[in-house]
C-alpha cells in the first residue's frame, strides 16, 4: 500500500528510520507471549517488527482503509485488529479477553492530535496495564514527566504522574517519519502504580487540579476562592501563596480528599 496517502486529521506520520524502529522496539522489549496492543499501527512500521517477535500482536485502528490493507497483508491470527476509534475503546473489556489473569502492554506510535485526551482515556484502565511505550510530541513528553516547580509541570504532570511512573527514554527528530512532524518527538515509558496516597474521588480530583491550574500565574488562594478555605490550606499545612506548579502530586491528592471527605 505505496499509495496511501497521509491523512493528517489522523495524525498520520509514518516511521520510516530504521535505526529509530529499532531503538523502540528494544526499548518496549517485547516477549513470545506477551499480551500486547498496539494504538495506530498504520503501515506497520513497529507492527511488523513486533510481530516478528510475538506469538499474537492486537491493534486498534481507526482508518479503514489501514484497516483493511492490514487485514490482507497478515494473518487474522496473528494480528488481531479492532477497526475503533482508541479514545472510545474498552481496552479494559479487551484485557478481559487477551489478559484475564494479567495485564496488557500497550505501544504506538500515537496521533498527536489527541494524544492528551486518549492518556487520559488510557489512565482510567492502568489497574490493567503492564506498561505502555509510547511515540508522543516531545512538548508533551516533558510535561507528563515534569517535577513540581517546574515550568512544564501542570495538570497533565500531576493527573498521569498519580496513575503512573513515567520516564523519558529518546528524543526522535522530525526526519524519522513521513511526512515529517512540525514538532519533535520523544519516546516515553509509563508504568502504572498504585499512588500512596489513594484518592477517594478522581473526578473530584481532576476538577480540583483543573481549577488550581486555571491561571498559572496567580497563587492557589486566588485559583480556589470559594472552593478551598484558608483554614483547610492551614490544616492541611499548604502554602496558599504558593503557585499551582509549587504543589505535588501528594499534595493535591490530600486537598482533594479532604474536600470530599
Ligand atoms: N504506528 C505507525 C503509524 C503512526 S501514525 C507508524 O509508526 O508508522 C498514527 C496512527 O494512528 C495512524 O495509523 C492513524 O490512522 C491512527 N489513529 C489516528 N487516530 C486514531 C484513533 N482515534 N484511534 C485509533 N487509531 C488512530
Redesign the pocket.
Known amino acids: 500500500m505505496t499509495s496511501h496517502t497521509?491523512?493528517k486529521?489522523?495524525?498520520?506520520?509514518?516511521?520510516?528510520d530504521q535505526g529509530v524502529?529499532n531503538d523502540i522496539i528494544s526499548c518496549i522489549g517485547p516477549m513470545p507471549a506477551d499480551a500486547m496492543v498496539?494504538?495506530?499501527?498504520?503501515?506497520?512500521?513497529?507492527?511488523q517488527p513486533l510481530l516478528d517477535k510475538l506469538q499474537v500482536l492486537h491493534a486498534?485502528?481507526?482508518?479503514r482503509d489501514?484497516v483493511s490493507h492490514l487485514g490482507k497483508r497478515f494473518a487474522a491470527d496473528k494480528l488481531v485488529i479492532h477497526s475503533?476509534?482508541?479514545?472510545?475503546?474498552d481496552f479494559g473489556a479487551l484485557a478481559d479477553q487477551i489478559a484475564p489473569e494479567g495485564q496488557i502492554r500497550l505501544v504506538?506510535?500515537?496521533?498527536?492530535?489527541?494524544s492528551t485526551p486518549?492518556l487520559f482515556h488510557l489512565a482510567s484502565f492502568a489497574p490493567r496495564i503492564l506498561d505502555c511505550h509510547f511515540?508522543l510530541q516531545n512538548e508533551v513528553v516533558l510535561r507528563m514527566v515534569a517535577e513540581p516547580g517546574c515550568a512544564d509541570y501542570g495538570r497533565l504532570s500531576v493527573m498521569l504522574q498519580y496513575h503512573f511512573h513515567m520516564e523519558k527514554l529518546l528524543d526522535v527528530p522530525p526526519e524519522a517519519?513521513?511526512p515529517p512532524p512540525k514538532v519533535d518527538s520523544a519516546i516515553v515509558r509509563m508504568i502504572p502504580r498504585p499512588f500512596p496516597v489513594q484518592a477517594r474521588d478522581l473526578p473530584a480530583l481532576e476538577a480540583l487540579v483543573a481549577r488550581a491550574f486555571g491561571q498559572r500565574r496567580k497563587t492557589l488562594r486566588n485559583n480556589l476562592k470559594g472552593v478551598v478555605s484558608d483554614a483547610l490550606f492551614e490544616s492541611l499545612a499548604i502554602d496558599s501563596t504558593a503557585r499551582p506548579e509549587n504543589l505535588s502530586t501528594h499534595d493535591y491528592v490530600k486537598l482533594a480528599n479532604a474536600l470530599s471527605a
Do not use: C, K, W
Request: no cysteine; charged share 15%.
Open positions: 497521509p491523512r486529521r489522523f495524525g498520520q506520520n509514518f516511521l520510516q524502529i498496539e494504538i495506530g499501527p498504520g503501515l506497520a512500521a513497529l507492527t486498534v485502528e481507526i482508518d489501514i475503533a476509534d482508541a479514545l472510545s475503546y504506538g506510535n500515537l496521533p498527536y492530535n489527541i486518549l511515540m517519519f513521513h
